[in-house]
């Protein structure tokens, strides 16, 4: 099967999510500007096209960079969410529209990203596109921002709790993508890079963070009995108010042959 989330779609699942989304997704490190710069050749001038851009967590290390970030997303409310938050970047254009049809011209960007995403898409039409709308030279990368679910008692935990209350997880989880898909993507040749990332949450943090991924319940048709599994939860390894998610940015890093 092409796309292990076939079936669900996710330009209706997150639009009841934004919120959440918007204020307790994690960010990405400025060291990957750095990595790309070195690996892609990434300059100020180059253009990016952000596909499946969400409310902009990953769009927004582009536009510090100064470059002219094209974001496409099919979701109206994480798009609308994404132009109120960037709407004082005149470097910032909002594209409506899908991975597999991003309605930009051919030879056009010189940079095509996918963060959080890759792994709702039909691969082989969005590598046709890719290669559609990159110059001559370009880059596709991906990048995924992951629990690192081993590295503490709480991260631990806090799996245990994802599986046990998250009916969706194993449908949506983008651990469905392995590296065997992603070389087909990429005709073979890619790069992958490791970044340290993670997130210091309060309990509401923690409440948001769980309910913003696609394979949580929503908020008011959740049980007592899970709000009582994350407050314990919370309770039990926080520290100073705070409980620390661990995460390992993933980043693949090559051009669709």
């Not at 918007?22 to 990405?28: D, E, I, L």
């Not at 992951?146 to 651990?175: A, G, L, T």
């Not at 309910?211 to 709000?227: C, D, I, V």
């Amino acid at each position: 099967m092409n796309n292990p989330t076939q079936g669900l779609n996710p330009a209706l699942r997150f639009s009841e999510r934004v919120k959440d989304y918007t204020k307790y997704r994690p960010g990405y490190p400025k060291e990957i500007i750095d990595y790309l710069i070195y690996e892609a050749n990434l300059k100020r001038t180059c253009i990016i096209a952000d596909v499946g851009s969400g409310t902009g967590e990953f769009t927004e290390l582009f536009l510090k960079n100064g470059n002219v970030v094209y974001a496409v997303e099919p979701n109206q409310e994480m798009r609308k969410a994404s132009e109120e938050r960037f709407k004082d970047f005149s470097n910032f254009f909002s594209i409506d529209a899908t991975a597999e049809n991003t309605t930009l011209p051919d030879n056009s960007v010189d940079l095509v990203t996918s963060a959080q995403a890759f792994h709702w898409f039909d691969r082989e039409k969005f590598k046709r596109e890719c290669k559609r709308i990159l110059k001559k030279g370009g880059y596709v990368v991906l990048v995924w921002n992951k629990r690192k679910n081993q590295s503490s008692e709480f991260m631990k935990e806090y799996e245990r709790f994802v599986k046990e209350y998250s009916k969706d997880y194993e449908k949506v989880h983008h651990k469905k993508i392995t590296e065997e898909a992603i070389g087909d993507f990429y005709g073979g040749d890619f790069k992958k890079a490791l970044f340290a990332n993670h997130q210091d949450l309060d309990y509401e943090g923690l409440v948001g963070r769980y309910f913003s991924t696609s394979y949580a319940p929503k908020r008011e048709e959740a049980s007592p009995k899970l709000y009582s599994a994350l407050k314990t939860l919370f309770n039990k390894y926080n520290i100073k108010g705070r409980v620390r998610f661990n995460l390992q940015v993933q980043l693949y890093l090559g051009q669709p042959n």
